[in-house]
């Protein structure tokens, strides 16, 4: 009898202790089993497709909007006329167009993540703009001038507004306006990584503190981390 209640004793105490371990685990103060074990799914070799096989539930979407930049466009055409040497003067058209351009990545281009430490560098698909620009046709302003011996220059408004969505599409692509949101585009990337890991649990202290985003035309990824989990004290 005493070596029987020897063995009931550590028993009973240990079904005694496995709600409170339970209720501890749910709370946060101490890690479930789950946690301490490694998951295959976020290792070097299949972090990326894990993220691609998780899109459908990020969003509907095919593409994912970025950046938006609202520009004051200013276009222009001239003619100037001569006859038999004598200067008949220039006629000029020009229009402040106001347009917001709005650029995307397509979700399902090419992604690449790679873990370093508890930095996760993502290679984005490149930046796109999308077609055609908004044209804010409520806001736009048009001027002309006649030259002094010339007829209507509204022959030269009509250009302008026929070529105006043609002309801002490629204002759209221009190098330099896409730079200017380059920034921009790279912070909602790293937003909507974020939002992905706090899904998955893998963004906090113990897990990924840092997101580096680099798009695909870009040979290295930027120096600093695009975001970076705010340090506190609880």
């Given amino acids: 009898m005493p070596g029987a209640l020897s063995l009931v004793a550590p028993v009973a105490l240990a079904l005694l202790a496995i709600p409170v371990v339970i209720a501890l685990s749910k709370s946060g103060k101490i890690p479930g089993v789950k946690d301490l074990l490694p998951d295959p799914r976020f290792n070097e070799e299949n972090i990326t497709h894990t993220f691609i096989a998780a899109l459908p539930t990020l969003t509907r979407e095919m593409n994912l909007e970025v950046a938006s930049s609202k520009q004051t466009e200013v276009l222009e055409r001239t003619n100037a006329k001569r006859f038999l040497g004598v200067n008949l003067g220039t006629n000029q058209a020009r229009m402040n167009v106001p347009v917001t351009y709005r650029y995307h990545i397509r979700l399902y281009d090419i992604w690449k993540l790679h873990i370093g430490g508890s930095t996760l560098v993502v290679c984005a698909p490149e930046i796109s703009c999308s077609l055609p620009p908004a044209i804010h046709t409520d806001e736009i302003q048009e001027t002309a001038t006649r030259g002094w011996a010339r007829g209507s220059p509204v022959d030269l408004l009509e250009e302008l507004?026929?070529?105006?969505?043609?002309?801002?599409?490629?204002?759209?692509?221009?190098?330099r306006r896409l730079e200017?949101?380059?920034?921009?585009?790279?912070?909602?990337?790293a937003e909507f990584i974020r939002r992905w890991l706090e899904n998955e649990g893998r963004w906090g202290q113990g897990r990924f503190t840092a997101i580096n985003v680099k798009f695909a035309s870009e040979p290295v990824a930027p120096a600093s981390a695009t975001l970076q989990l705010l340090s506190f004290n609880p």
């Fill in 180 to 189: 200017l949101v380059r920034d921009t585009c790279r912070q909602s990337v």
């Fill in 161 to 175: 507004r026929r070529d105006l969505t043609p002309v801002l599409s490629r204002y759209a692509n221009d190098r």
